[in-house]
């Protein structure tokens, strides 16, 4: 056995299961799909590692860099560059990854007959200390009750009903001058990708969505319903998500403002309940009517669907399905596939550092870090899928920092022997043949879990 030193760059420095993620989904093609690829220099590739295993090294590039430079062959401008160029299409390859992970892995687990489902949601990405952010806002937090500084991350993600994956998203700032604390900075061309990103984040949620969604029925997403809470929905939102394609179901805000046409007349969903008769008992809902939603003359056929809220006994929550095949507890088992997405946006920010691992000010640099968090996402995701894991996401993620950390100890190992194997030629004791017989037989008195992961370093 011959073990040779040599200087790991971060992609053989990561653990299996995440060069087998890398491999098995061609993340290198999908960058480089996106406008994300070099004439010269260090490979795009290496340097999308270095910044994807960041959270599982438990130490940013910095840190890294200084304690140990060798790991690392690229300076700090080449992997700040990367995060800062306008270039690369981060949207696009949150989309193309997450539908390769669908189409590859989780499709064929699943079964015909399951209801596939899009999810949206926004979320605060705060940025609360800041003042130089591009496209920093007042954005409101719907927690505290507050305006704070930051953005509105809005997300679309897929979900089967077990596994939830991110597909593309917008960190939202606003185009009130009074509310947006900072511009778009100086030189950046509105015909590239973070040019259109900066516009598309200036725009209203509602117009946002429809373009998350049409973008994913363009690659071939497979979906049939997308579920939304409250703050979307709206006669106008039913339709024009409807004339994409997708059926809806969402929770509807009780509001005199809003209204459906039904026995003749526009009503809100209050004084529809007021004036219909309820079911007795425990039964799955309170009232099911079919109404209306019209918007410009055109008139949509819905279900309305009053369900008990569990919270508070005296109070009801209202669905709208414009997929009247459903019934109303297909209606409800379906609808509550969208929990899967707050389920998410906790694991970002609690494990994957989302928000906190980037002080850039810059745009591109949000939008890369939010995408790379994503990615890493979606491997948790994934692994947990295929094993059929009961443990949380949390669980397998610090099993991947465990992995990481045998990795790097059997590198300062192999480092070690290669360091005898140098000093034994300078002393001239031993030849080249001895010196690879006295490691093989070192090797083979390891027990057998050194052993393999040892022959990983070789």
Known sequence: MNIVPHHHHSCEATSSKIQQFFAEFHVGQILRSCNAYKLRGFAVMAIFLVAFE?????????????DA???????RDTFYRFLNSCAIHWRKFTLLLGTAVIQKAIAPLTSEERRNVLIIDDSLFSRNRSRKVELLARVYDHVSGTYVKGFCMLTLG???GNTFLPLSHCL????????????????????SNGGKQRKLAQCKAPEVVLTLLQEAREAGVPAQHVLFDSWFCSPASLHQIH?????????????????????????????IYRSQKKRRGRSAYLLSVEAEAVKDGKRLPVRLVYVRNKNKRSDYLVLVSTDLTLSEEEIIQTYGKRWN????????????????????????????HTSIVFARYMMLALEQRRNTDERSLGELFYLTIDELEDLRYLDAL?????????????????????????????????????????????
Not at 69 to 75: K, R
Not at 184 to 191: A, I, N, T
Not at 451 to 456: D, V
């Open 341 to 368: 997405i707050e389920v998410f946006f906790k694991m970002c920010k609690s494990y994957l550092k989302l928000g906190k691992e980037t002080r850039s000010i810059s745009y591109d640099a949000l939008t890369a």
């Open 69 to 75: 430079p060798e790991s690392i062959p690229f300076e």
């Open 172 to 191: 939202l700032s606003s185009s009130s001058k009074q509310q947006q604390l900072q511009g778009v900075s100086e030189g950046v061309d509105p015909r």
């Open 243 to 271: 004339e994409l394609g997708y059926d809806v179901i969402a929770r509807v805000k009780k509001s005199e403002k809003m209204h459906f046409s039904f026995q003749g007349r526009m009503q809100d969903v209050m004084a």
């Open 414 to 458: 192999a480092a070690l022997l290669s360091l005898l194997m140098d000093c034994a030629k300078e002393a001239e004791i031993l030849d080249d043949e001895q010196i690879n017989q006295l490691l093989d037989l070192f090797v083979a008195k390891l027990p057998d879990l050194w052993g393999k992961c040892l022959k990983q370093c070789a």
């Open 158 to 160: 897929w979900s089967d």
């Open 54 to 66: 960041a959270v599982f090294q438990r130490r940013s590039f910095y840190q890294r860099k200084k």
